[in-house]
Structures are given as structure tokens and as C-alpha cells.
């Protein structure tokens, strides 16, 4: 295990370096001049050459692209990505102090969504073509097909502003995230479902579990023991990439909600300019996804022992 373990993070230093050079590259060449936008904003009027000049000095902007990426590198091997233009503090402690907003919304909707989905998914399986199986997947396609921000409305004006139930937006007790919550739940649900439905469906119909019926074996343990186990290594691999959507940021949700987590500071970041921080964002959204993909790996061995990571494709 250790060994797997050891490779995988390995793969994590280039894939790391590719994205740190392509964020960094797509917000520095990018036109337009972060010192005049940011100061022009701040002063409320044209920044003079020399502030300008100041701000970019400062900044470390009036370097060439690769003194300015070394740099960069350099302060993340340390556990740095830069300061914020805007703020002037580090990016590193602003994301961080973001993280906790979006958990306390993205852990409840990531375990609601899975829980209810492969509940739904395993009873449309069981009574597959019923009256419940279709009208649970056309439920689900439903709110699988909206926008998140159309969802989000939707649940605004009917649970806050009509019924009054829940706050609008903003944060602050508990009931300020039920529509979040929500809104993520309901966005994510429909494709867990039915990956759980049609694998589960597939499992049923291979040749062990029709031997086990023969033998007799409760039917509650042929599903639940023998059929759920090797039908949720698919579920395993879309849950843990909704995973990682929700923890590195959920950015409509958030702006729609005015929700202070990362998606919403991000967003900020991008429309000011601020490069130090929209490249921070993307090391850290590669870094987590690489990391929940290997999560997901060694969880397959749990779940079925004849994966064996590395050798996946001749042994699977």
C-alpha cells in the first residue's frame, strides 16, 4: 500500500508544476495592467506613473515572465502563493480561512447527495420500470438539468421569499445554509442515482448473483453483501470528483448566496486582476484533485480486492 501511495504522490510534483506554469502563464499574459486596474480602483481616479511604477516594484511585476514564475515557485515550495494584490495578505491564509465557509456547506450537501442518491438508485434498480423508477429519474433529470444559479433562484423565491421558511442569502445561524445545502444536494443528485441505478442493474445481472439466488441466499444479502459492494467502485470515482468540486469551490452557489467561501473570493479575484490569487486557486484546486483521486484508488481496493492500483487494466 505504501509503495502505491508513494508513486502516486510522486505523479503529484509534475502535475503540479504543469498547472502552477499554466495558471500562472493564462492570468500574467493576459492583457491589461493589474497595477492600473487595482489602483485606480483604490484611489478613485487615474493612478499616477509613479504610483504605478511603486505598485509594480513593489509587486515584482517589472520582472520578465520567468523571474516573476521562479519566484512564484519558489515561494510555493515554501507553503506560499504570494501575497494578494488587493489586500496584501497571503493567499495561502486567505484560502484557508475560506475553507471553513465552504465546508460547512459542501460536507452536508456532498454526504446528503450521496446517501439519498444511492438509496433512490438502489430502490429504482429493485423495482426497475415501475411507477417509483421512472418518476424518481425524471425528477432527477429535472434538477440535473438546470443551471445550479437557475436552481438556486428557484429555491429562493419559493422556500425564502414565498414561504418565508429560510434567509435569502448571507451567513449565519443554520438555516442560512439549508438553501445552499440544498441547492448543491439537488444539482448532484440525479447523476449518482443513476450511475447507481445502471450499475447496480449490471451487477444483478452477472453470472455469481444469479448462482447465489440458486443457492438460496437471502435476497436482502445478495444485494446489500454480495451486488452493492462491486456496483458503488463507479459511485466511488463520481462522488469523489463531486467531492473535490465541492470542496475547492462552489462558485455560483456562493455568489448567489453571498456566501463568503472560496468560490465567491475567487471570483473576486478575477474580475480585480488579482493574478496571486487566481493562480493560487488553480495549484490548489489541481492539489486537492489529485489527491482525492488517489483517495479513490486505494477505496477501491476496499471494495473489491482484485483491483490492484497499477495494474488496474490487467487485473481488474
Given at each position: ?29 493576459s ?25 509594480r ?24 502563493f ?6 496584501g495578505?497571503?493567499v ?6 475560506r ?46 438539468s ?17 414561504a ?8 449565519g ?11 448543491l444536494?439537488l ?58 468540486g ?49 483517495v ?18 490487467g487485473?481488474?
Amino acid at each position: 500500500m505504501m509503495p502505491v501511495v508513494a508513486r502516486r504522490l510522486l505523479v503529484l510534483i509534475p502535475t503540479w508544476l504543469g498547472l502552477s506554469l499554466f495558471a500562472f502563464a493564462l492570468s500574467t499574459l493576459s492583457p491589461g495592467d493589474p497595477a492600473e486596474l487595482i489602483l485606480n480602483r483604490e484611489l478613485n481616479e487615474p493612478a499616477t506613473p509613479e504610483q504605478l511604477a511603486e505598485f509594480r516594484e513593489r509587486h515584482g511585476l517589472d520582472n520578465t515572465f520567468v523571474v516573476q514564475y521562479a519566484n512564484f515557485v519558489a515561494d510555493s515550495l515554501r507553503g506560499k502563493f504570494g501575497v494578494s494584490f488587493r489586500s496584501g495578505k497571503s493567499v495561502r491564509d486567505e484560502l484557508w480561512n475560506r475553507m471553513g465557509p465552504t465546508l460547512q456547506i459542501a460536507l452536508p450537501a456532498f454526504a446528503t447527495s450521496v446517501l439519498v442518491a444511492v438509496a433512490f438508485g438502489v430502490l429504482a434498480a429493485l423495482r426497475r420500470n415501475s411507477l417509483g423508477d421512472h418518476v424518481s429519474r425524471a425528477v432527477a433529470l429535472i434538477f440535473e438539468s438546470m443551471p445550479s444559479f437557475a436552481l438556486a433562484y428557484l429555491l429562493i423565491i419559493v422556500l425564502a421569499i414565498k414561504a418565508g421558511w429560510f434567509p435569502v442569502a448571507g451567513k449565519g445561524g443554520p438555516e442560512y445554509m439549508v438553501l445552499p445545502v440544498l441547492t448543491l444536494t439537488l444539482a448532484t443528485l440525479a447523476t449518482t442515482m443513476r450511475l447507481t441505478r445502471s450499475s447496480l442493474l449490471d451487477v444483478l445481472a452477472a453470472p455469481y448473483i444469479r448462482t447465489a439466488r440458486a443457492m438460496g441466499v437471502r435476497s436482502r444479502r445478495v444485494v446489500l453483501t454480495l451486488a452493492l459492494r462491486n456496483a458503488l467502485i463507479p459511485v466511488v470515482t463520481v462522488a469523489g470528483l463531486i467531492l473535490a468540486g465541492f470542496v475547492t469551490g462552489t462558485v455560483i452557489v456562493e455568489t448567489v448566496f453571498a456566501w463568503p467561501g472560496i468560490g465567491q473570493y475567487v471570483v473576486d479575484a478575477v474580475f480585480a486582476r488579482d493574478y496571486p490569487v487566481v493562480t493560487g486557486f488553480v495549484i490548489f484546486t489541481g492539489t486537492v484533485f489529485v489527491l482525492v483521486n488517489l483517495v479513490v484508488d486505494l477505496l477501491y481496493t476496499r471494495l473489491d480486492p482484485r483491483v490492484r492500483l497499477g495494474h488496474a487494466g490487467g487485473n481488474a
